[in-house]
Every structure is written in C-alpha cells, then in structure tokens.
Nanobody, 121 residues
C-alpha cells in the first residue's frame, strides 16, 4: 500500500501563488508517474499536471505557463507551484501516484485525501 500526504492548500487572492506538496510512502513499490488533479464543486475531477519518472511533464491547457510540476525521486515527493492564480482555479486538488509493485510487477493507482485551494477575486 502507498500512502500519500498532501500539504500546501489554502486561501489566496487572485494573482497570488501557492505551492502544493505530496509525499508518497510505503514499502515494496516503485513510484512511476505522479501528478495533480482538481475537482471544483459540481464538476468532474480533471487533470492539472502529471510528471513521469524521467520528468516528462504534461499540463492542462488552462494552467500552462502558470503552474509548474516537479518531483524529487529520492523523497518520492511531487510538487505543484501555482502562480498567477485565478478564481477559476478554486477546487480541491488531489495528488495522484501510479506505482509498480515489485513483487507482482502490477501497477496500482493511489489518490491523496485532497487539499482545498480557494482563490478570491
């Protein structure tokens, strides 16, 4: 089992910045892909950004140029630097990890508990 602990959400004014962190822990796994999704009230969960083990990044069009995803493989931690925040970025942000079980070589997906980001206008 992989446990994910998120931090860094909060309330910020439009134009401000926040940095989210998500640390993965557990034994017997190799962390492959990491990323962030968000879910606004009444909407489906959507991709924000993902990063592969070799640091290939993918961003939603709505955040390109404003958000930066990064990871520390030694610490199994993924970060999301969010700049120039807009009210429409308001959502619960979920950390996502795809891990490979070393014993079965099976992939498994894990989600964090979510952290609220609120951007006021």
């Amino acid at each position: 089992q992989v446990q994910l602990v998120e931090s860094g959400g909060g309330l910020v004014q439009a134009g401000g910045s926040l940095r989210l962190s998500c640390a993965a822990s557990g034994s017997g796994f190799s962390i492959i892909n990491m990323g962030w999704y968000h879910q606004a009230p009444g909407k489906q969960r959507e991709l924000v950004a993902t990063i592969t083990i070799d640091s290939r990044m993918n961003y939603a069009d709505s955040v390109k140029g404003r958000f930066t995803i990064s990871r520390d493989n030694a610490q199994n931690t993924v970060y999301l630097q969010m700049n120039s925040l807009k009210p429409e970025d308001t959502a619960v942000y979920y950390c996502y990890v795809r891990a490979l079980r070393r014993d079965t070589l099976a992939y498994a997906d894990y989600w964090g508990q979510g952290t609220q980001v609120t951007v006021s206008s």
